[in-house]
């Protein structure tokens, strides 16, 4: 009886699923864990220009200066909380604005917006979005 039992365990049969599980497996944690790294920086990319560009269609649609300021802040702080930002990340953002003439609203005038984010591991995102304003507006 025990030596079928030993006969058994020689048998090599089973063997090359046993080595890729045992040898394999451990092989690909790596390649999953810079899949991951890229995927939740490559969200947070997406989601920064996605601030901008809505942000900066916020500002150029107010009727003034002033009024864009604060229509675009409250566009940074519905939009991050839309695309689920932490809370933290969402007060990180900083906005800042170019424009080609003053004021920013003028016509033909070129507005340029850039956001940054600081994410919750430490890295910093940024994205920039421009708009040409119509010479008849």
Request: proline residues 4%; charged residues 20%.
């Amino acid at each position: 009886m025990m030596q079928r039992f030993f006969d058994r365990i020689k048998n090599e049969k089973g063997s090359a699923s046993v080595e890729f599980v045992m040898l394999g497996i451990p092989l690909f944690l790596p390649v999953l864990m810079y899949l991951n790294q890229f995927s939740s920086l490559s969200w947070a990319e997406e989601t920064t220009r996605v601030i901008a560009r809505e942000t900066l269609r916020a500002y150029i649609s107010s009727s003034d200066d002033g009024d864009g300021q604060y229509v675009a802040s409250q566009a940074v702080h519905i939009i991050g909380l839309a695309r689920g930002l932490s809370q933290r990340e969402n007060d990180s953002i900083s906005l800042s604005f170019s424009c080609s003439k003053q004021p920013c609203l003028s016509p033909s005038s070129v507005v340029k917006i850039k956001v940054s984010m600081k994410l919750d591991d430490g890295r910093t995102v940024e994205a920039i979005a421009q708009e040409h304003l119509s010479p008849w507006s």
